[in-house]
């Protein structure tokens, strides 16, 4: 059974902080990694994506893939009460069924 | 305007009354999926579709069947809904990987 794993939160934290988010995932044949953002009664947005070992910067957004440990986190900098919403973590091996993580609420507050 | 259009976006049935949910994109994705998303679940893949004629199981399919007659429509189609199909359905499409997707507004469906 291929699992992503989220802590469902609510992970709290004050503006202009970093937010830190974490998933692991349990098929070592995933080999690409998907962070998506869904506001509150809206669908989910693809924020990042990563492929490879290491970081992967876009904007205040940076993605970083550790396969050895099979952990993917997300950390938003400068993080903003408009980054309040759920981060769902996703997975995809050699299959067309990506695996999500049931998500982890942000709340930034002011 | 690129976009994933379902129909409809809300619907309240009652139990084996067939119905179907429509999603259409315009960006001539080759890639389509259906999901649905239940609290403390998150989002499962009911069905995808590589191209025209070609779909394909996903994690959670009874109950459920799907179409790719055109590039651009991918109905899903609820023979015999019951209530444990109560859920909000999302389209999706892609022309990357099966995880780049891109999302319709999402289908709010009760079966009473």
């Known amino acids: 059974q291929k699992e992503v794993e989220q802590n469902s939160g609510p992970l709290s934290v004050p503006e202009g902080a970093i937010a830190s988010l974490n998933c692991t995932y349990s098929?070592?044949?995933?080999?690409?990694f998907f962070w998506y953002r869904q506001y509150s009664g809206k669908s989910p947005e693809l924020i990042m994506f990563?492929?490879?070992?290491g970081d992967k910067e876009d904007g205040r957004f940076t993605a970083q893939l550790n396969k050895a440990s099979q952990y993917v986190s997300l950390l938003i900098r400068d993080s903003q009460p408009s980054d309040s919403a759920t981060y769902l973590c996703?997975?995809?091996?050699?299959?067309?069924?990506?695996?999500f993580g049931r998500g982890t609420s942000l709340i930034v507050h002011p | 305007e690129a976009q994933v259009t379902q129909n409809p976006r809300y619907l309240i049935t009652v139990t084996g009354k067939k119905l179907t949910v429509t999603c259409s994109q315009n960006?001539?994705?080759?890639?389509m999926s259906w999901y649905r998303q239940d609290p403390g679940l998150g989002l499962r893949q009911i069905y995808y579709?590589?191209?025209?004629?070609?779909?394909d199981k996903g994690d959670v399919p009874e109950g459920y069947k799907v179409s790719r007659k055109e590039k651009r429509n991918f109905p899903l189609i609820l023979e015999s809904p019951s209530p444990n199909q109560t859920s909000l359905y999302f389209c999706?499409?892609?022309?990357?990987?099966?995880?780049?997707?891109?999302f319709g507004e999402g289908s709010r469906l009760t079966v009473l």
């Open positions: 999706a499409s892609t022309s990357g990987g099966p995880g780049e997707l891109f």
């Open positions: 098929d070592r044949g995933s080999q690409s």
């Open positions: 990563i492929y490879s070992n």
């Open positions: 996703a997975a995809s091996g050699g299959s067309y069924i990506p695996t």
């Open positions: 960006m001539n994705h080759e890639y």
């Open positions: 579709s590589m191209n025209v004629e070609v779909t």
